[in-house]
């Protein structure tokens, strides 16, 4: 048993909104629910929590809790923070919300799309290799690596763009496409 479903909530109402909530999207995005409700939890917490802390909180078995940080760790959106007179670990979250997600998006990358761009090339070069193998596979192959790998420029691109670039351009949003040229398809 991992999940201790009994303990009443001590969080305030918005934060237990949060954390559940943010827990539901880590299941969604492929993320152990237990592990996002933790990393929930240490966002929005003002000072950093024991592994215990945690337990207890979020009525979270504590074996649970220490693979769940273990992982925080891995992603490195957490940190152990020490504490004046403590021996045991202490834990808090990257709250700078553009470093957060420029370290999600680094570690997707590299476990999801290094992976697949790897496989694609290897496809590609396959599939070039066997003149029994149709065009249209080839082609579409191809065509799969190619816009993958010209996503992954694209990432590489705008991670050297200056953070206030950046927010800019999403604020300007599809408005941006007018100063684009025309489309000449």
Not at 124 to 130: L, S, T
């Amino acid at each position: 048993m991992t999940e201790i479903t009994d303990v009443p909530s001590s969080l305030p109402a918005a934060v237990e909104r949060f954390v559940l909530h943010w827990g539901d999207l880590g299941g969604q995005w492929g993320v152990n629910r237990s592990v996002a409700q933790i990393h929930a939890l240490l966002y929005l917490s003002d000072r950093p929590l024991t592994a215990e802390d945690i337990a207890g909180m979020l009525g979270i078995a504590r074996s649970n809790v220490s693979n769940s940080l273990r992982e925080l760790l891995g992603w490195n959106l957490i940190r152990r923070v020490p504490v004046m007179g403590e021996r045991r670990d202490h834990f808090a979250a990257e709250t700078d919300l553009w470093e957060m997600v420029t370290r999600i998006a680094a570690g997707r990358k590299e476990r999801e799309i290094d992976p697949a761009i790897a496989a694609l090339r290897a496809c590609v070069a396959e599939a070039d290799a066997d003149p029994a193998l149709g065009a249209v596979a080839k082609r579409r192959l191809r065509a799969m690596l190619d816009f993958t790998e010209a996503m992954e420029r694209w990432y590489g691109q705008m991670l050297n763009v200056p953070r206030g670039t950046l927010a800019k351009l999403i604020r300007l949003g599809g408005r941006i496409v007018k100063f684009l040229p025309a489309k000449t398809e």
